[in-house]
């Protein structure tokens, strides 16, 4: 069966180094999502996105984020500086098309910032 | 404002027990229901969708009350397996937001021997 696979499993990284987070969506897919989830708390929404732009965006997504789908196949989360505050777990999610509602989840990265 | 609402639980019950959790939304333009189960660190996975004429999934049943904006997962004769988080998960789509899930904080189901 098909699946949504990220790398690294896990990240530790200093506070205000970049980051880049890498997901392989499931191939024929056309949605791509990037959600996080700080421990306790619940699954956040970050971006969304679709024909090579993002089409949404949340709060938590500022300036230090960025995403890209470099090669067709690739979609990553980039964090320019890292902080504290974005030590969480990161889940990539894909979607097949507009007509099925189902979000496939991908097993996460662990990001901890020191 | 929070989009989504659950039973805080944690519930802790027997196997064989039949046990149900609540949620609410507070945007009527959601478009889409589901509930999703988490494991320890794991990823959400999808458990089942929710229909307006409520369904069923061999032990689990999901129903939803859009003038309540209420959304109800009851799932029979309970197994360890089934000891995970679920949450309650609202998907809006309309225009620019092409599917984001707003999730609930979960409910925690520990099911015991």
């Known amino acids: 069966e098909p699946e949504v696979t990220q790398t690294p499993s896990h990240q530790v990284t200093q506070m205000g180094q970049e980051v880049i987070l890498r997901c392989v969506p499931i191939s024929n897919h056309l949605y791509f999502y990037w959600y996080r989830q700080i421990l306790g708390q619940k699954v956040e929404f970050l971006v969304s996105f679709y024909n090579n732009e993002i089409s949404e965006k949340s709060e938590i997504f500022d300036d230090q984020f960025s995403v890209e789908r470099p090669d067709g196949s690739n979609f990553t989360l980039k964090i320019r500086s890292t902080k504290l505050e974005d030590s969480a777990m990161y889940f990539c999610?894909?979607?097949?098309?507009?007509?099925?509602?189902?979000?496939?989840f991908g097993p996460g990265t662990r990001l901890t910032v020191l | 404002r929070k989009e989504v609402e659950q039973d805080p639980g944690p519930f802790n019950v027997p196997e064989g027990a039949t046990v149900a959790f609540n949620c609410t939304y507070s945007?009527?333009?959601?478009?889409?229901f589901f509930w999703y189960r988490q494991d320890c660190r794991k990823e959400p996975k999808l458990l089942m969708s929710v229909y307006s004429s409520g369904n069923e999934d061999g032990r689990f049943t999901a129903q939803l009350n859009r003038a309540s904006q209420y959304i109800s997962l009851l799932i029979r004769d309970s197994k360890l397996s089934d000891s995970a988080t679920y949450l309650c998960v609202v998907m809006a789509d309309r225009g620019s937001t092409l599917g984001r899930l707003y999730f609930g904080r979960g409910t925690q189901l520990t099911v015991w021997p």
């Open positions: 999610a894909s979607r097949l098309d507009r007509l099925y509602n189902e979000q496939f």
């Open positions: 945007n009527s333009a959601s478009q889409s």
